[in-house]
């Protein structure tokens, strides 16, 4: 069993799963609503947890090439540029290769099939749901983690084989 230790996720989790319960189930015999919210809120524990390795994965590698301005709102797939008179640390050869790499995530992210791309996007950049995104793109949620998984590792192997390591 797992267990999920930030309180607000966890409310979250409880209500998404007793939403799916009620959508999905309403009809069922009270008798086996218990079983079935059981595997509900499993199966949306696990979703949780695969998104958050998925999200910090990316996180880790975007941080890594953004600057350390604590800037909530920068966008690392924008191009890099410090502003005129501001003071920073880091070299122009060292913003030259995150410019580099950043174009190369860009051009890779672009070469995804378009499903994977959009799924990708959805998911990872607009950090939408899996339901979110199956609703937004007009397929099933099994069909969204397909995608993602699949664009995910595609993106991996493209970075790996271009000398990018996380």
């Given at each position: 069993?797992?267990?999920v230790?930030?309180?607000?996720?966890?409310?979250?989790i409880?209500?998404?799963?007793?939403?799916k319960l009620?959508e999905?189930?309403?009809?069922?015999p009270?008798?086996e609503?218990p079983m079935l919210?059981q595997?509900?809120?499993?199966n949306?524990?696990r979703?949780f947890y695969r998104?958050s390795?998925?999200?910090?994965?990316w996180?880790?590698?975007?941080?890594?090439?953004?600057p350390?301005?604590?800037d909530d709102?920068h966008?690392?797939?924008?191009?890099?540029?410090?502003?005129?008179?501001?003071?920073?640390?880091?070299?122009?050869h060292?913003?030259?290769e995150?410019?580099?790499v950043?174009?190369?995530?860009e051009?890779?992210?672009?070469?995804l099939?378009?499903?994977?791309r959009e799924?990708?996007l959805?998911?990872?950049?607009?950090?939408?749901?899996?339901a979110?995104t199956?609703?937004?793109?007009?397929?099933s949620?099994g069909s969204?983690?397909?995608?993602c998984s699949r664009?995910?590792?595609t993106?991996a192997?493209?970075l790996?084989a271009k000398g990018?390591?996380?």
């Amino acid at each position: 069993m797992f267990a999920v230790h930030n309180e607000e996720a966890a409310l979250d989790i409880v209500q998404d799963s007793m939403m799916k319960l009620a959508e999905n189930y309403g009809e069922r015999p009270a008798t086996e609503l218990p079983m079935l919210f059981q595997r509900i809120l499993q199966n949306t524990i696990r979703d949780f947890y695969r998104r958050s390795k998925v999200r910090s994965l990316w996180t880790t590698l975007f941080s890594a090439l953004s600057p350390n301005d604590d800037d909530d709102e920068h966008d690392p797939l924008e191009t890099l540029q410090t502003q005129a008179g501001s003071e920073s640390r880091e070299t122009p050869h060292a913003r030259f290769e995150q410019a580099q790499v950043l174009e190369l995530i860009e051009k890779e992210i672009m070469a995804l099939p378009p499903r994977q791309r959009e799924a990708f996007l959805m998911r990872y950049w607009e950090e939408m749901d899996v339901a979110e995104t199956a609703q937004a793109m007009g397929c099933s949620e099994g069909s969204v983690k397909t995608h993602c998984s699949r664009a995910t590792h595609t993106l991996a192997a493209a970075l790996a084989a271009k000398g990018v390591s996380l």
